[in-house]
């Protein structure tokens, strides 16, 4: 069983690796794929601007996705868990569909709630946006 978890640094998406752990421990193969997606709509406008200022963007959206996949990645180490690391760039819920779909994924297991503030008050959550996706596979959503 591969499994997908979108994981943001959020302590609902911490729960989430948890319970996608709970999941595929005894099946083999089994593992996680642990994916963090940057959504930096203002990047394609920004290119017309200063370049060192885009390579920041980029940089700390880089160590932002580094420093909220650490802690998965530990979670896993932990449980004995195999595991890939992915970072993609682009608007959260079409990335986990295209993901889902380039790693053949089984499940996805993600948190409910994450780090969208104010946009997911408005748009709604990345969660909602991807029960609403025709991905073929079953979804958890994690409190």
Do not use: Y
Request: with cysteine.
């Amino acid at each position: 069983m591969k499994i997908l978890v979108p994981v943001d640094g959020s302590p609902h998406s911490h729960r989430a690796v948890e319970v996608a752990i709970g999941l595929v421990t005894g099946r083999q193969p089994a593992g996680l794929v642990l994916l963090n997606v940057n959504n930096i709509p203002m990047l394609d406008l920004m290119q017309r601007g200063s370049p060192i200022l885009v390579e920041w963007v980029k940089d700390e959206c880089e160590r932002s996705a580094q420093q909220a996949l650490q802690e998965a990645a530990t979670t896993c180490q932990a449980a004995h868990v195999p595991f890939t690391v992915r970072i993609e760039n682009g608007a959260p819920a079409a990335t986990i569909e295209r993901v889902a779909q380039e790693e053949k994924i089984d499940h996805i297991v993600m948190g409910r709630r994450g780090l969208g503030g104010v946009r997911g008050l408005v748009l709604g959550s990345v969660s909602t946006q991807v029960l609403q996706l025709p991905i073929d596979v079953p979804i958890t959503l994690v409190k």
